[in-house]
């Protein structure tokens, strides 16, 4: 089971939603990940640097004929991260609904 650990860092968002986008896919190229989330080229890449740097995602960028490409995927660091998190999530949902119940 997976410890709980809310993470300040994955819950703004649109950060939590990449991130939940990337634990589907083994790699996932930019432009879909950008129609997907609704997002500009910049904001997307502001997105995916921050979770670079915290060591979440890696990124790998290539050139397609004349064009460079940028795919993303998350690292297992960024997996136990995002796990921990939803676990969190989870606990304070159950912990809602217990205090709710025990009011009524």
């Known amino acids: 089971m997976t410890e709980p650990r809310f993470d300040e860092l994955i819950h703004p968002s649109t950060r939590l939603s990449l991130v939940a986008t990337l634990t589907a ?3 996932a190229e930019f432009g879909y990940l950008k ?3 609704g997002l500009s080229d910049s904001a997307l890449s502001k997105q995916l640097t921050t979770l670079e740097e915290a060591g979440y995602v890696t990124t790998e960028r290539r050139l397609s ?3 460079r490409k940028v795919r993303a995927r998350l690292t297992d660091a960024g997996r136990d991260a995002f796990d ?3 676990a969190a999530l989870q606990e304070i ?3 809602a609904g217990a205090a ?3 009011e009524g």
Request: neutral net charge; glycine residues 12%.
């Open 35 to 37: 129609e997907q989330l």
């Open 100 to 102: 709710r119940r025990s």
């Open 84 to 86: 921990g998190h939803i």
């Open 25 to 27: 896919a083994d790699w």
């Open 65 to 67: 004929g004349t064009r």
């Open 93 to 95: 949902i159950t912990e």
